[in-house]
Structure formats: structure tokens, C-alpha cells
């Protein structure tokens, strides 16, 4: 049986590298290269071309390289009876976590505007908020929410969370479901989002819903860019209704150039670096998931294709 294996990223040959260590015994295929494609059982990939995984006929399952898995369920012909699995990895989390913390201190404590001030060589104090004042909400209170919540609430933060279904996490006030959306963006002065990009997720973060977040509120994305509406965001921060913006996740990656993101001075844009999965401790992660999904057990994280995620 061989795996195929598929990473488009620059450090693909770290990842293979890290694969062959944790499956000393098993043959990687590499697209392109298929070889004889009845043997391949597994495939390990980020953004294969659509239609190939259509065209192994012993396939068991899929392991994505990343933790979204929006780009694999677009395949009109992904096969939907086989296991398709997550890659939740805690070190991703705490990468994620990191990042939003950055981004949310970054805000909090004003560095947008002391950048601003600096190009001016211009010295002033600004009024501060105490971070057991500031409400931020997380949309999205998966494992990478989750984690994030935790070390906000480490540095005082209040939190609120917001999720497709009910959830108790302490310390987080939890609100869920669509009506409850627009509350939630009206109570918090950050909003980060952390949603996986889905029917119900795409273009969610519209004029309406930036319009509910209050005056001089903050977004940050570090999970699709088709969840924010690019036009809408900038109307937003341009009104002066939205005082700033992190993003890490674009409609389009690279970010095209001449796009206005780039030049926005209320935008920091970064390429996609939150949470960048890490091959090391990856390929452990994806060795149970083939040894599970060979030995027919049950695979942990596998999507639920109803859910989107
Ligand atoms: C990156 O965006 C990932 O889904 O892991």
C-alpha cells in the first residue's frame, strides 16, 4: 500500500522528510507521480487538484496537512464515504493562540496609532483601557478558540464566545447560533475570527455585521478571508466606524498586488502565518491517523461533511 502525499508550501520536503521519519515503513507517492494508483490507501495532502482523489479506487481516508478543510471539500468529487481528517495538532493551537494575543494587545494597546505617531516623531500618551475592561469575542470556539480564550483570560481579558452550537466553556460568556451573532458583535470592542469557512461562515462579516460591532471596534481574521466582505471592511474602517484591522487571511493568497488591503493605513496585514502547521509533530498526529484509518478504527477529527468542518 503507498500514501500520497501532496504539500504545494516551500518546506514540502521538511514535510516529507518528517512523514518518512514517523512512517519509516510505508511508500509515499508524490503528486504527480502516482504510480500504480489502486495502491495508494491514504492520501496526506493541502489543496490537491480536484478530481484526484476521485480516481484512487482503494482509498481509505484523507489527512489534511492543515486544519482547514475547506479547500478539500470543495472537490465536486471528493468521496464521501471514507474518513476525512483534521489536522489538530495542540502546537497549532498554541501558534494560533500567540498570534491573537499578539494582534489583540497590538489593538488594546494602542501601537496603532503609536506607529503612526512615530512617523511623525510625535510624543504623546494616549488614554489606556485596562484589559479587565475590554470585551473580546471570539468567533469560533473550537480547540484553536479554546486555546486562544485560555491565555486572553491569562492576561485579564473579558471574553465572549460565539459558536454554531451551545457550548459551556468557563470563563467565556457562550452565545451561539445566528440571532444571537449580532449581541455578540455589539458587546466587544476586539472581534477575532476563528470560524472555519463553510455555507453558513462565508461572507458572514458583512456591512450588517460590522455595522452591530460598535465605534472604533476592532477585527481581527486569522481564519478564511471569505468570511469578511473585502468592500464592507474597508467602507468600515474608511467611515471611521471601525478603528482598525489584523489580518492573516485573504480571499486570495498571496494577497494580489495593488490590492487596497496592502496600503490601508487602519490594516495590518500578515501572510497567513497564524497557526502554520508544523511538520514535526504533524507527522506523528497523521501516523495514528493511517494506523487508525487502515485498521478501520475510529479516525479522531474527522469532518462531518453536513457540518462543513
Ligand atoms: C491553515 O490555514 C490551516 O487551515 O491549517
Redesign the pocket.
Known amino acids: 500500500m503507498a500514501i500520497l502525499f501532496h504539500c504545494p508550501w516551500d518546506n514540502a520536503d521538511q514535510w516529507l522528510a518528517a512523514l518518512q521519519a514517523a512512517m519509516p515503513n510505508d511508500e509515499f507517492r508524490i503528486y504527480p507521480d502516482l504510480g500504480k494508483v489502486q495502491e495508494i490507501d491514504v492520501a496526506m495532502v493541502w489543496r490537491l487538484p480536484h478530481g484526484v482523489l476521485s480516481g484512487l479506487p482503494s482509498l481509505l481516508g484523507v489527512c489534511s496537512l492543515?486544519?482547514?478543510v475547506d479547500a478539500l471539500l470543495e472537490d465536486p468529487d471528493l468521496p464521501r464515504n471514507i474518513p476525512i481528517a483534521r489536522?489538530v495538532d495542540p502546537l497549532?493551537m498554541d501558534r494560533m493562540a500567540e498570534y491573537v494575543c499578539a494582534a489583540v494587545l497590538h489593538h488594546h494597546l494602542g501601537f496603532d496609532d503609536y506607529n503612526e505617531q512615530q512617523t511623525r516623531q510625535f510624543w504623546q500618551r494616549n488614554p489606556t483601557t485596562d484589559a479587565r475592561d475590554r470585551t473580546v469575542a471570539l468567533l469560533g470556539m473550537g480547540q484553536m478558540g479554546q486555546r486562544c480564550a485560555e491565555r486572553l483570560g491569562t492576561l485579564g481579558f473579558k471574553l465572549i464566545g460565539w459558536s454554531r452550537s451551545p457550548k459551556k466553556i468557563d470563563d467565556v460568556k457562550c452565545f451561539h447560533g445566528r440571532d444571537q451573532l449580532d449581541g455578540v458583535l455589539q458587546a466587544a470592542s476586539i472581534v477575532v475570527i476563528l470560524l472555519p469557512s463553510t455555507e453558513q461562515t462565508i461572507n458572514l462579516i458583512d456591512k450588517v455585521a460590522l455595522n452591530a460591532m460598535p465605534k472604533d471596534a476592532i477585527l481581527v481574521n486569522c481564519s478564511r478571508g471569505e468570511i469578511v466582505v473585502d468592500d464592507d471592511l474597508i467602507s468600515a474602517l474608511d467611515s471611521g466606524h471601525l478603528r482598525g484591522a489584523t489580518l492573516d487571511a485573504f480571499r486570495q493568497e498571496p494577497l494580489p498586488s495593488g490590492h487596497p488591503f496592502w496600503q490601508h493605513p487602519k490594516i495590518c496585514v500578515t501572510p497567513?502565518i497564524a497557526?502554520l502547521?508544523a511538520p514535526d509533530t504533524a507527522a506523528l498526529i497523521l501516523a495514528d491517523q493511517l494506523h487508525c484509518t487502515r485498521n478501520r478504527q475510529r479516525v479522531a477529527n474527522t469532518v462531518k461533511l453536513e457540518q462543513g468542518y
Open positions: 492543515g486544519a482547514g489536522l497549532m497567513h497557526s502547521s
